[in-house]
């Protein structure tokens, strides 16, 4: 079949998988469950005015699973996004981030690392690298964004950086 085809349990007619990446809208009331196969993000429920905005939590959400290696991942109302201005937010990511910004591996790896607690090994086995590749990659990020990847508080402002900009990054 399609493989850019909704898995049927969706049970919806209304996709878009125009730009490689399948969006489906889902009747109210109906909730997404995991898929074998898939990865998926969930936005909270919101109305056809509202739609834009169920793009960018679904999105988030699809990136926080595909990090995390599971099959599904919801919007989590609240939070850091709740209490900082999106257009804000956005520019401190992009601000905090940029020396990573051109550079997808870089920011694949920072995110996957972090979302792995730090681990060589799970990291490296989750992008398909060697661990010495991660740990070359890992301290090059470190080097660019002149932080202690060691900090806790480093490595939190960094999650929310991370979850601020696409994979386009």
């Known amino acids: 079949g399609d493989p850019l085809a909704p898995p049927p349990a969706l049970g919806t007619p209304l996709v878009d998988a125009s730009d490689g990446t399948v969006r489906a809208l889902l009747p109210a009331g109906r909730d997404a469950a995991p898929q074998p196969?898939?990865?998926?993000?969930?936005?909270?429920?919101?109305?056809?005015?509202?739609?834009?905005?169920?793009?960018?939590q679904a999105a988030r959400a699809l990136r926080?699973?595909?990090?995390?290696?599971?099959?599904?991942?919801?919007?989590?109302?609240?939070?850091?996004d709740a209490l900082v201005d999106p257009a804000e937010a956005d520019a401190h990511a992009r601000a905090l981030l940029g020396p990573l910004l051109d550079s997808p591996a870089l920011v694949e790896t920072l995110?996957?690392?972090?979302?792995?607690?730090?681990?060589?090994?799970?990291t490296a086995a989750a992008?398909?690298?060697?661990?010495?590749?991660?740990?070359?990659?890992?301290?090059?990020c470190a080097a660019l964004l002149d932080a202690d990847l060691e900090d806790a508080q480093t490595r939190m402002e960094l999650w929310f950086a991370l979850s601020r900009v696409g994979d386009d990054a």
Do not use: F, I, K, M
């Open 127 to 140: 992008l398909g690298v060697h661990r010495n590749t991660v740990r070359q990659r890992v301290a090059r």
């Open 64 to 80: 926080r699973a595909e990090a995390a290696h599971t099959g599904l991942a919801r919007h989590r109302p609240g939070g850091l």
């Open 111 to 122: 995110r996957v690392w972090l979302s792995l607690h730090g681990g060589w090994d799970r």
């Open 37 to 56: 196969g898939w990865t998926l993000g969930v936005s909270a429920p919101a109305g056809p005015d509202a739609l834009a905005a169920a793009d960018a």
